[in-house]
């Protein structure tokens, strides 16, 4: 994995900007450091619950949500990398804040503007992208830097462990201090290292609800079923964990070995997962494949609740090994359809729409799967894989229903 890291920054094996390229992997390492170990940060450092905790990051993914399109179209108005480099440097300011947070209630509004802000760069990152790359390019383009994405965050993972095995308050500030000075490093490359790009078209100022990409039902209904890919994310991140923790006889610590297994293997697989992509036959297919991929990670992990000892151990971690090839597909896929079906010059505002499906898995995911998992055991497994079944194969119709509407679209001239 180090050697094609390397190769990628170098630049050998793709046309990335090595700026965008150190960009990615500088911003995963602070992010992957926060994200394994902020939960911590906050209850020892900062001396908040764990409920505490989970309601405020409850309330932010919520004005996310609701945020999630108007910051779009914000980007669509100002330009992607203006809006990118705002976002950054707001962050960078709260991360900063982070340690002098004293109480729920300025808790929940730090975290909340740092959620917004990171939506808002989400947005300003893609239509930037989008400007940048042809459709030809998109694909590996793509693939390339969520692999530089997913090094990072192993790295920044391996990094949090350390903090938290040395169990002391400093560091523990450690954590959102450098996560800030890489926000701040990001806001240099993107100021005066990424190479300057027109925007395609500019966007007019339509009433919210009037936005066309909300108007679009085909549109919108990919959306919402793509947010059944989408919960690949929650599933690994937070119920995996409990799941492994609470409902198998599995040690505590195969929960940081697997996660981390899911990094390396998406740093060194997301590239030749996303060949065939590039066009939209293929993007449907290998959408299609995800489904069935993930619907087998689900039996392979139902296995695990009638095992014991290492037998357990060796189903988890071949369970995860198929989930991340699903994941691989999944990333592979939309990316590329969700480009495609944007117009240029109201790109931001459509990837926010085509988001919406993944903020809903986020809010939605975590309490239902963990009950059906808890409750219900194998029974809750085979609930989810048939959900990720039918979620393949519905979404291959959608999208070449909404594929037609683009086509439509497209000989429409884009407003100026």
């Known amino acids: 994995m180090t050697a094609r890291v390397a190769g990628l920054v170098r630049g050998r094996e793709t046309a990335v900007p090595r700026a965008l390229l150190v960009q990615t992997f500088t911003y995963a390492i602070g992010t992957g450091m926060f994200m394994a170990g902020g939960a911590v940060f906050f209850t020892k450092y900062v001396g908040l619950s764990a409920v505490q905790v989970s309601l405020g990051f409850s309330l932010a993914w919520t004005a996310s949500l609701l945020a999630k399109i108007p910051l779009g179209m914000l980007a669509d108005r100002v330009g992607g990398r203006r809006a990118w480099q705002a976002a950054v440097m707001v962050q960078a300011v709260m991360f900063l804040t982070y340690p002098f947070v004293d109480g729920f209630v300025a808790f929940a509004v730090v975290v909340t503007v740092e959620t917004l802000a990171t939506s808002l760069g989400g947005s300003g990152r893609g239509k930037y992208i989008g400007d940048l790359f042809g459709a030809a390019e998109r694909a590996r383009t793509g693939a390339v830097l969520r692999s530089a994405l997913n090094t990072g965050f192993a790295a920044g993972a391996g990094a949090a462990g350390l903090a938290l095995a040395v169990d002391a308050k400093w560091a523990y500030l450690a954590l959102p201090l450098v996560n800030a000075a890489t926000f701040l490093v990001d806001a240099v490359l993107i100021t005066w290292a990424l190479p300057r790009v027109a925007p395609a078209g500019h966007a007019t100022r339509p009433a919210l609800l009037r936005s066309p990409a909300l108007r679009d039902r085909r ?5 919402l079923l793509t947010g059944i890919f989408y919960a690949n994310g929650p599933l690994l991140e937070i119920v995996l964990p409990l799941w492994i923790t609470h409902g198998t006889d599995a040690p505590q610590a195969v929960v940081a070995g697997v996660l981390m297994l899911n990094m390396v293997l998406t740093a060194v697989f997301q590239l030749p997962a996303s060949k065939g992509s590039e066009d939209l036959p293929g993007a449907v297919r290998i ?6 991929v993930l619907a087998a990670a689900c039996a392979v992990f139902a296995v695990a ?12 971690i071949a369970g995860i090994c198929v989930h991340t090839a699903g994941e691989l597909f999944v990333s592979a896929a939309t990316w590329s359809i969700g480009y495609r079906l944007a117009p240029a010059c109201q790109r931001a505002t ?17 309490g239902v799967a963990t009950f059906l998992l808890t409750a ?4 809750g497994w085979a609930v989810l894989g048939v959900v990720f079944l039918g979620g393949g194969i519905a979404s291959a119709g ?4 909404a594929a037609a509407t683009a086509e439509a679209r497209e000989k429409t001239p884009c407003p100026t």
Request: aromatic share 12%; hydrophobic share 55%.
């Open 219 to 223: 549109f919108l209904a990919l959306a």
């Open 287 to 292: 959408q299609r494949r995800a489904g069935v």
């Open 305 to 316: 609740t009638a095992t014991t000892g290492w037998l357990t151990v060796a189903v988890v």
């Open 350 to 366: 459509y990837l926010a729409v085509y988001g919406l499906g993944g903020q809903l898995a986020w809010a939605i995911v975590p």
């Open 376 to 379: 219900n055991g194998m029974l």
């Open 398 to 401: 959608m999208t070449y229903r």
